[in-house]
């Protein structure tokens, strides 16, 4: 005889569920549309990439209300994803949810690729990205090749520029990331 358990479906996991679960200092993960995905680290010029733009954000967004906010904060695109954005401008209060701190009000994502996260970044995290209402530009970063493509919001729609080795201009909030800073390798 079968097992009753045989043929059932695992229930997805919600984002308040996800909050409450504690990974322990040495593992991170996401939820992925109501799955965990263990999260592995960075390359070197991940890293290098990632401190190269939160410190020419950091300069620039001073004062503003705004801030520049690493891979340790979460954004909640939808009731089954909770993502960690390589960085995050962030003009709210962010949330202490107990176990994690959950960014309110995001304007302004950045991921940087690299070929394990690369399709999951360029598909699902862009789509799950443009479902939160206060963000108005996602960068992609692409470090080896030293190009950045940004999607940007005009009203109801996304307009995406290729990649290129240009500076990222954020117009909303009304700077510009030089492209030599954001690859600097001093």
Same mark, same amino acid.
């Given at each position: 005889m079968a097992s009753p358990f045989a043929y059932s479906t695992p229930r997805l996991l919600t984002a308040d569920e996800f909050y409450q679960i504690d990974f322990g200092p040495d593992l991170k993960a996401? =939820?992925?549309n109501g799955h965990i995905r263990m999260m592995a680290g960075g390359s070197r010029d991940h890293a290098r990439v990632q &401190?190269?733009?939160i410190i020419a954000l950091g300069t620039r967004l001073r004062g503003t209300g705004c801030r520049p906010y690493?891979?340790?904060?979460?954004?909640?695109?939808?009731?089954l994803s909770v993502r960690y954005p390589d960085v995050t401008i962030d003009c709210g209060?962010?949330?202490d949810t107990g176990r994690d701190v959950r960014l309110n009000a995001p304007r302004v994502?950045?991921?940087? =690729?690299s070929p394990s996260?690369?399709?999951l970044d360029l598909r699902v995290k862009k789509d799950e990205y443009r479902m939160i &209402?206060?963000?108005?530009?996602?960068?992609?970063v692409d470090p080896e090749a030293e190009t950045v493509t940004t999607s940007q919001r005009h009203g109801d729609d996304w307009t995406d520029?290729?990649?290129?080795?240009?500076?990222?201009v954020l117009p909303s909030l009304g700077l510009t990331v030089p492209h030599a800073e954001m690859f600097a390798c001093d």
């Open positions: 996401e =939820l992925d &401190a190269n733009i690493g891979s340790d904060m979460s954004v909640k695109p939808h009731d209060t962010p949330i994502i950045f991921e940087i =690729l996260t690369r399709e &209402a206060s963000v108005d530009t996602i960068v992609f520029t290729p990649f290129l080795p240009t500076d990222t």
